[in-house]
């Protein structure tokens, strides 16, 4: 085909297509090309961008373009900031097909039902970072030929259990809360499998074992038809149960139960939901559905049908759910932190244990005798998770608290807390405290109480948990537990520095300068090991970047979480260890960028408006957000990234979380070798 011939059908595409576009104007039509975007992790080096296109009927939407012949063709276009993380070409998943266009009087490849584009992006496992670029795409629709374009906004996750921000386009930006890192489905299915196992031997679900089974396989007419009753009883229960989960992820979608887990406001309802539950544990009173409805329920019971069977376990459901809600609620908060099927995997999980002795006892009746009486001792368990659910709920008020900057719940006030919450759980278990439905303690051969071995054990545990917090109250660091406590900062008194921060390693004209900037409003949450090693960090980037062009050092930007579980546990195991300590305080200015905090506002001449979080920027936490995703496209905690005096990146990825000493180490040691290099 020679030029002259390619410039008409080229001008004559262009014609079609402002024709088109006035024509798609006025259009009522369904729309011709629903496209949608979702992200698949492939490998542990490899993230598909996976772009789905359903085609209305009698539209051909074109492929991507192939070679210089293509006159109409759809395109990928990414942000300059993925250049290296794009290594490899497109593929596609769908029927496409070949045909010279009259119109054109050219060749074309096209799809008339669905496809899914697939955009291969470099990323490891730890990374996580914001995918932005837009579809271009052409079809044909009749005798037209309309283009469109299309944006969109991917995050990378990352595939280990990370702390995560989900940005909210409404009012405020979310907290990152360390504990609520996200989890794979696999960790939420074995989560709900043991919260299924726990809510076995709670008195509503224990005893109802032997009972149900032995109706089965008395009842029945033959021990085989008792089996499968009593297996259809079991598929009944996880049928109702996962059923609940598939409805909560319907619902409330595969976001909104994140978004809600990392919300201060959500915090302070899950702990009144937990000090509600921790105190219905303790026997104050019962947490059940009305008693019309059970009974209603009860009614349509029977064993004439497989539909009575399943009223049956819908009975056990509804009766049990004293015992039960307390324990699918907390397993709930914690699918939140999953993924789109983590209610519904937790759910299956949680029935799967629940009605798997129901199956396996009708197999063998004869073994029913194992579980022994029911007794007082499944009233202990119940108590026993009621000072668990205290203790929790303690911290969902101080994932609140942090955030918003009310010191209701320093350090010391929640470490006495929890002190006294398992030490009266250790008395509990030894039988010093009764609650109004525990039984009598057991009597021996000479009519004197006794304790079981196993709760002997639990006490055991339970006083020296409570023992080893203790010296947190003077400043401990309390490394086994440092991630769920408050920051050191919130301390009042620290004793291991007697009440005064250490000074920092440097000295004369390399000393690191006081940090002005927030620090007044910050420095309560700085951690342990800050504080413990006189480390000097700053709260704002500007000022800490100017601190490094003053002093001719390399910038560290850590972008943290005031509640963020694996930040503290890079800084309690990697920070701390003295080769990377040692570089940290004489070779590097840390900014240390809070994502989570909205208590503390910048300067009103300083506020502006962020497209990342399609809001005006307020607070210093909206603030450190809005910089991770818009300059660094990531949004987990905690990121590393190293800058030298002109902000250019002295390592082009960012470093997760990964607790690995040597790892951390050998990353310092690079960035400092580039630094110098740079001649910065």
């Given amino acids: 085909m020679n030029f002259r011939s390619r410039f008409f059908r080229a001008a004559a595409l262009v014609i079609l297509s402002l024709i088109s576009f006035q024509t798609s104007l006025f259009s009522q039509n369904q729309e011709p090309v629903k496209i949608t975007f979702d992200t698949e992790r492939i490998n542990d080096s490899t ?38 993380k794009i290594k490899a070409a497109p593929t596609f998943t769908g029927n496409i097909q070949k045909e010279t266009d009259p119109v054109l009087e050219s060749p074309t490849q096209f799809f008339t039902d669905s496809v899914v584009w697939h955009q291969p992006i470099h990323a490891l496992l730890a990374d996580s970072f914001l995918v932005t670029g837009n579809l271009s795409y052409m079809y044909k629709d009749g005798e037209e030929f309309p283009s469109k374009e299309e944006g969109f906004q991917e995050f990378v996750l990352p595939s280990s259990p990370i702390n995560s921000t989900t940005i909210e386009s409404t009012d405020e930006v979310s907290t990152t809360v360390g504990n609520v890192g996200r989890l794979s489905t696999l960790k939420i299915f074995l989560l709900g499998f043991l919260g299924g196992l726990i809510a076995l031997i709670t008195p509503c679900v224990y005893s109802m074992i032997p009972i149900t089974v032995s109706f089965f396989t008395k009842r029945s007419a033959t021990p085989q038809q008792g089996i499968r009753n009593a297996i259809s009883y079991a598929l009944s229960i996880i049928f109702i149960f996962t059923l609940l989960g598939f409805l909560i992820t319907v619902i409330f ?29 303790l026997g104050a009173f019962d947490i059940s559905l009305p008693s019309s409805f059970a009974n209603k329920v009860d009614s349509k019971s029977g064993t004439t049908s497989y539909l009575g069977i399943f009223f049956m376990a819908l009975t ?11 324990i699918i609620g907390n397993l709930l908060v914690l699918a939140a932190r999953g993924s789109y099927f983590g209610p519904l995997m937790g759910m299956f999980g949680f029935s799967l244990a629940l009605g798997l002795p129901f199956a396996l006892f009708a197999f063998f009746p004869s073994k029913l005798n194992i579980l022994g009486k029911s007794g007082g001792w499944l009233n202990a ?61 057991p009597k021996n051969d000479f009519g004197i109480s006794y304790i079981s071995i196993p709760r ?6 339970s006083f020296a948990f409570a023992l080893y917090m203790i010296p947190g109250l003077w400043g401990a660091p309390l490394k086994k537990i440092s991630a769920f406590v408050p920051p050191m900062g919130t301390q009042d008194f620290n004793i291991t520095s007697g009440g005064i921060v250490a000074q920092s390693s440097t000295s004369g004209e390399d000393a690191l300068p006081h940090p002005e900037k927030y620090y007044e409003r910050m420095k309560m949450y700085e951690p342990a090991v800050v504080v413990k090693y006189g480390m000097t960090t700053y709260f704002d980037y500007d000022e800490a970047l100017a601190v490094a062009r003053k002093l001719k050092k390399p910038l560290m930007l850590d972008f943290t979480g005031v509640n963020c579980v694996n930040c503290r546990e890079m800084e309690g195991k990697v920070w701390i260890d003295p080769e990377i300590m040692k570089r940290l305080k004489n070779d590097f200015i840390i900014a240390s960028l809070y994502v989570d905090v909205h208590s503390v506002y910048i300067p009103k001449e300083d506020q502006y408006y962020s497209e990342a979080l399609k809001k005006t920027v307020k607070t210093l936490g909206e603030k450190n957000t809005d910089l991770q995703i818009s300059t660094y496209n990531a949004n987990t905690q905690p990121y590393y990234f190293f800058l030298d005096a002109n902000e250019k990146r002295l390592i082009p ?28």
């Fill in 653 to 680: 990825e960012g470093y997760g979380y990964d607790p690995s000493v040597e790892k951390f180490k050998n990353l310092l040691d690079e960035a400092l070798k580039n630094y110098k290099a740079s001649g910065s």
């Fill in 47 to 84: 993230v598909n961008l996976n772009i789905h296109a359903k085609i209305a009927p009698g539209i051909r939407l074109f492929g991507l373009k192939t070679g210089e012949e293509d006159l109409v063709y759809s395109s990928i276009q990414f942000d300059s900031s993925l250049k290296n």
């Fill in 253 to 281: 979608g595969p976001d909104a139960l994140n978004v809600l887990s990392t919300n201060w406001i959500a915090n302070l309802v899950f702990f009144a939901i937990f000090l509600v539950f921790g105190i219905s544990f």
């Fill in 381 to 441: 368990v119940k108590v026993t998770l009621g000072f668990l659910e205290l203790a929790l709920a303690l911290k969902f008020l101080s994932n609140a608290d942090l955030a918003m900057g009310w010191r209701i719940l320093d350090r010391e006030v929640f470490i006495v807390l929890w002190v006294v919450i398992f030490l009266l759980l250790g008395f509990y278990l030894l039988g010093k405290l009764r609650f109004h439905h525990d039984d009598e303690l």
């Fill in 316 to 326: 056990l459901v509804v009766v049990s759910f004293s015992c039960t809600g307390p």
């Fill in 456 to 461: 002997l054990f639990l006490s055991i545990i």
